[in-house]
């Protein structure tokens, strides 16, 4: 019996997103390093990590005439759904649906500004008196 947090064998050619839908893969919610070699601790759910991201186009539907496979998007906080693993021909990978009118940058490279979602803002708390 298959478990059901367990990746789902696909093959890319299974997978037809209708209309102009979007899929992604290669968002990063993990720790991020800043180009000094500073750490920063995973921020997703909290108001710090309330950000746009980065993810790598993995198809897209027939209508979609802004992005193409292989591409990088980066895409408004939040405009996402949840993760769904897969296990295809190149590994074991998280793909999410995105809303294809939240794009707000698109790159052919990785080494775009901000490719691995570090932020330049500064989160200052609130101060109590």
Known sequence: MK??????????NQLH???DSVIVSDMVFDERITSSGIV???D???STGIRPRWGRVYAVGPKQKD????????IEH??????????????ERTIRKI??????LISDDKQCP?????STAVHVDKKTV
Do not use: F
């Open 3 to 12: 478990s059901a947090y367990s990746a789902h064998k696909l093959n890319q």
């Open 44 to 46: 997703n759910g909290k």
């Open 99 to 104: 809303d294809p009118d939240c794009i707000m």
């Open 78 to 91: 939040g405009r996402w759904t949840r993760g769904l693993d897969i296990e295809d021909e190149s590994g």
């Open 17 to 19: 997103p209708l209309g």
């Open 114 to 118: 901000d490719a691995e979602g570090v």
């Open 40 to 42: 920063i601790l995973n």
């Open 67 to 74: 992005v193409r496979v292989g591409q990088w998007i980066m």
